[in-house]
Each structure stands twice: as structure tokens, then as C-alpha cells.
């Protein structure tokens, strides 16, 4: 019997559930498509049928991530014109992981399960290309605005300093998610980013 569109839906997100449970449970390399089948009761093709391998199951949970946190930030109408914008929206992305229980599954698995190499990130970045670059550019634009209005000293280049303030803040998700840091997440985001800012303002 044919499937509708929404069933096949259905039946995608009861796969990327059952993938992402395993993933955090067992991680990336000890996870096989014939567990994630059985624990929801599907055959192996029928996993094979919505994904090819397991980087596109990882590119799909990512995506899946990626659109429910914009969806989520969409809703705090933030705009990037200051630096407490900035801090806003990463304060905003934590309150988003924090609250979501796979959201919180699936940044522990790719901070601190993922096997990754060179192959997998090259599979896994063909799927995601897009929205990797979103944040990346959309931080971009905004500091180059700042550095116009005189917010951001002359010397900056923002190409780096977008890299810096993503890796800050991945660095900061990383360290509490590994317990290496005992200091509240959202209060490492503020006190890092506040001491960063403060030495990029332009003259007053």
C-alpha cells in the first residue's frame, strides 16, 4: 500500500528520534542502522529508504536542530545591531538547548561523541552547507554595520572576529556540557562575551 506524505514524515522522524537516542546512548561509530530499525520496529531498508548512510542521518538531526532553534529565536525578535544583541542571541540559544531535550541530546553527541573525520564532516557539510554558513554570515553582516557606526574599532576584521565569537560560544557549550567548567552555562556566555566586547569597542 502506497504512503502518504505525511506518513513517510512520520515515519522519518520516528527514525531520526530512534538515530539520535542510539547516538547519545552508544555514539556515532557503535550505532548500526539494524538497531536503529528494530528499536522502533522497522526493517533495516525501510531505514535505507529515508537515509542512505549515517552521515545523512547526522546532516538530518542538524538540520532538524538548526530550524527548530530559528523557529525559537525567530520568536525573541532579535536583531544584531549591538553587542548585547549579540549576547542576547546566544543567551537566547542556550535557553533553546537547555529546554529541549533533544536538542540538548544532540549538542552532547556532536560535542563530545562524534567520531568525526575527514570524510564525515565532507558528507555530513554537503548537507548542511547552507545553514552552516547562516549564523556565520548573519553575524558577519551585523558587525560590519557595528564597525560602520563606529561601534567596532577600524582594526577589526570581522571575517575573524564572527569565527571567534561562534568558537567562543562553542567552546562554552562544549565545556559545560563535558562538566570541565562547574560556572553556569548562561553565565559563561555572558562573562566571556562581555570581556571580549569590551576590547573591540571603537572611541566613545
Known amino acids: 500500500m502506497k504512503r502518504t506524505k505525511e506518513e513517510a514524515l512520520k515515519t522519518r522522524q520516528i527514525i531520526l528520534q ?6 547519545y546512548q552508544k555514539g556515532y561509530s557503535k550505532t548500526t542502522f539494524d538497531e536503529i530499525a528494530s528499536r522502533i520496529e522497522l526493517t533495516k531498508g525501510a531505514v535505507y529508504w529515508h537515509f542512505k548512510n549515517k552521515p545523512d542521518l547526522v546532516a538530518a538531526l542538524i538540520n532538524d536542530y538548526i ?3 530559528n523557529q525559537f529565536l525567530k520568536q525573541k525578535n532579535l536583531a ?3 553587542f548585547k544583541d549579540i549576547e542576547a542571541y546566544f543567551l537566547a540559544t542556550a535557553d533553546f538547548i537547555l529546554g529541549d531535550e ?16 575527514e570524510t ?3 558528507k555530513v557539510m554537503e548537507k548542511i552547507g547552507q545553514n552552516k554558513k547562516f549564523i556565520f554570515l548573519y553575524l558577519k553582516d551585523s558587525l560590519v554595520l557595528m564597525q560602520k557606526n563606529g561601534e567596532i574599532r577600524e582594526d577589526i576584521d570581522t571575517d575573524i572576529l564572527s569565527s571567534l565569537i561562534i568558537n567562543l560560544w562553542t567552546g562554552n557549550l562544549e565545556a559545560y556540557l563535558s562538566k570541565r567548567c562547574s ?4 553565565v559563561m556566555i555572558k562573562k566571556s562575551f562581555d570581556l571580549l566586547f569590551n576590547g573591540l ?3 566613545e
Open 80 to 82: 544584531l545591531n549591538q
Open 102 to 117: 533533544n536538542a540538548l541530546k544532540l549538542a552532547f553527541f556532536l560535542s563530545l561523541q562524534m567520531e568525526w573525520s
Open 67 to 69: 530550524a527548530k532553534k
Open 201 to 203: 569597542k571603537g572611541k
Open 183 to 186: 560556572v553556569d552555562l548562561k
Open 120 to 122: 564525515i564532516i565532507t
Open 18 to 23: 530512534s538515530a539520535l537516542d542510539l547516538f
